[in-house]
């Protein structure tokens, strides 16, 4: 294991009871000093992953490792991590100060290095001279703030966020999304954050972990995650998608819309079945005759950037188009597209299923 790597998971698997698995054998690596996002939908797995690392609950199989030292066992309180929650969890009795000085008072510091220690993290989350404001007089960003401030101000390792922002309007959310990550890089720490919000997850992360029944679906860079979704609840939920059964010719040759085109993808049987997906916004609108798939507009929408039309090709696919070009309901329409828009997806496979897949392609081949 890499020194750099701060947080294992080896085959974790949570369950209570009799109920249904929560996480099924999972397993990733964490690093230091990265931002970063477990995504999914609601009962994904997302928030059992945070706790399993905070110690509030412990794992069914599987082992969790925390600077290479296995921690399953580890109550919480021993643990150098913090968590922010989604309600925040500050004591409405006690003012800024108070709320941000509790963990170092159960650790009985002296008075003078506490004044320190608080000062200096309110100081990170731009709330200097609020100690004495009491919580019910603090905004929603505010009471965020000091959330935060109470997690740093313990020096953790890991700090742990459960949606902390799914609580705060939409203009407050997209401003603490700067200042979380902001924050992140100049404490220089690792960050883990819980969120449905795809948007979200895009803007502030280093690393995406999308999860879907309690298992890792893909992971990688908001990037990685959003031109390369490895199959099709990735590619649903991170974005929106145009996705199109498909035939893998041969590498770098794939058949769909009842036609053959150029792609950049390679690896895969002679003629095995794929999914498709170009993304809206890869789609160029043209004249009827001199587009790579012909459509007919259904519907149009303005979305004050761009122009939102729903197509559908002679194969009676449908396509979502973003443009800046208006077109008519009813147009006939070419669609072009470059090969590298072309993203070719296997059939409903997991990352770690499609890198076994190609795997056994190597052993056979090897062996023939």
Same mark, same amino acid.
């Given at each position: 294991?890499?020194?750099?790597?701060?947080?294992?998971? =080896? &085959?974790?698997?949570?369950?209570?009871?009799n109920?249904?698995?929560?996480?099924?054998?999972?397993?990733?690596?964490? %690093?230091?000093?990265?931002?970063y996002? +477990?995504?999914? /939908?609601?009962?994904?797995?997302?928030?059992?992953? +945070?706790?399993?690392?905070?110690?509030?609950?412990?794992?069914?199989?599987g082992?969790?490792?925390? $600077?290479? $030292?296995? #921690? $399953?066992? !580890?109550?919480? $309180?021993?643990?150098q991590?913090?968590?922010v929650?989604?309600?925040?969890a500050?004591?409405?009795?006690?003012?800024?100060? %108070?709320?941000?000085?509790?963990? +170092?008072r159960?650790?009985?510091?002296? &008075?003078?290095? #506490?004044?320190?220690?608080?000062?200096?993290?309110?100081?990170?989350?731009?709330?200097n001279?609020y100690?004495?404001?009491? #919580?019910?007089?603090?905004?929603?960003?505010?009471?965020q703030? !000091?959330?935060?401030?109470?997690?740093i101000?313990?020096?953790?390792?890991?700090i742990?966020?459960?949606?902390?922002?799914?609580? +705060?309007?939409?203009?407050?959310?997209?401003?603490?999304?700067?200042e979380?990550?902001?924050l992140?890089?100049?404490?220089?720490?690792?960050?883990?954050f819980?969120?449905?919000d795809?948007?979200?997850?895009?803007?502030?992360? =280093?690393?995406?972990?999308v999860?879907?029944?309690?298992?890792? &679906? &893909?992971?990688?860079?908001p990037?990685? #995650?959003?031109?390369?979704p490895i199959?099709?609840?990735?590619?649903?939920?991170?974005?929106?998608?145009?996705?199109?059964? *498909?035939?893998?010719?041969?590498?770098?040759?794939?058949?769909?819309?009842?036609?053959?085109?150029?792609?950049?993808?390679?690896?895969?049987?002679a003629?095995? /079945?794929?999914?498709? !997906?170009?993304?809206?916004?890869?789609?160029?609108?043209?004249?009827?005759?001199?587009?790579?798939?012909?459509?007919?507009?259904?519907?149009?929408?303005?979305? *004050?950037?761009?122009?939102?039309m729903?197509?559908?090709?002679?194969?009676?696919?449908?396509?979502l !188009?973003?443009?800046?070009?208006?077109?008519?309901?009813?147009?006939?329409?070419?669609l072009?597209?470059?090969?590298?828009?072309?993203?070719?997806?296997?059939?409903?496979?997991? %990352?770690?299923?499609?890198?076994?897949?190609?795997?056994?392609y190597?052993?056979?081949?090897?062996?023939k």
């Amino acid at each position: 294991m890499s020194e750099n790597v701060i947080i294992r998971f =080896d &085959q974790v698997t949570k369950q209570y009871d009799n109920d249904t698995v929560v996480l099924d054998h999972v397993s990733f690596e964490i %690093e230091r000093g990265k931002f970063y996002t +477990l995504l999914g /939908p609601s009962g994904c797995g997302k928030t059992t992953i +945070l706790r399993l690392i905070a110690g509030f609950t412990e794992a069914s199989e599987g082992d969790i490792f925390f $600077n290479g $030292n296995r #921690i $399953n066992h !580890v109550p919480a $309180n021993k643990r150098q991590v913090n968590t922010v929650f989604q309600d925040y969890a500050l004591f409405p009795h006690l003012n800024v100060y %108070e709320n941000v000085a509790f963990g +170092l008072r159960i650790k009985k510091m002296n &008075q003078a290095d #506490i004044d320190q220690k608080v000062k200096e993290a309110l100081r990170f989350v731009n709330l200097n001279g609020y100690e004495n404001r009491e #919580i019910t007089e603090m905004s929603g960003g505010q009471r965020q703030r !000091v959330a935060i401030a109470r997690a740093i101000v313990n020096e953790p390792e890991v700090i742990l966020l459960d949606e902390p922002l799914s609580a +705060l309007d939409l203009k407050l959310r997209t401003e603490m999304q700067y200042e979380l990550r902001d924050l992140q890089k100049r404490l220089g720490i690792t960050f883990i954050f819980v969120t449905h919000d795809q948007e979200e997850a895009l803007a502030m992360s =280093d690393e995406i972990f999308v999860l879907n029944e309690g298992k890792i &679906q &893909q992971s990688g860079t908001p990037t990685d #995650i959003y031109d390369e979704p490895i199959n099709r609840f990735v590619a649903d939920f991170i974005g929106e998608s145009n996705i199109v059964p *498909g035939k893998m010719i041969r590498d770098f040759e794939v058949e769909f819309a009842g036609k053959m085109f150029e792609c950049v993808d390679q690896g895969l049987h002679a003629n095995e /079945p794929v999914e498709i !997906v170009i993304r809206p916004e890869d789609l160029e609108i043209t004249d009827w005759n001199q587009g790579k798939i012909q459509a007919r507009v259904v519907s149009q929408l303005f979305r *004050g950037v761009h122009y939102e039309m729903l197509c559908y090709d002679e194969e009676q696919n449908e396509w979502l !188009v973003h443009s800046t070009k208006k077109a008519t309901v009813g147009d006939a329409i070419g669609l072009n597209f470059d090969p590298e828009s072309i993203h070719v997806m296997r059939l409903g496979e997991t %990352e770690e299923e499609f890198d076994k897949r190609l795997e056994s392609y190597d052993e056979v081949s090897h062996e023939k």
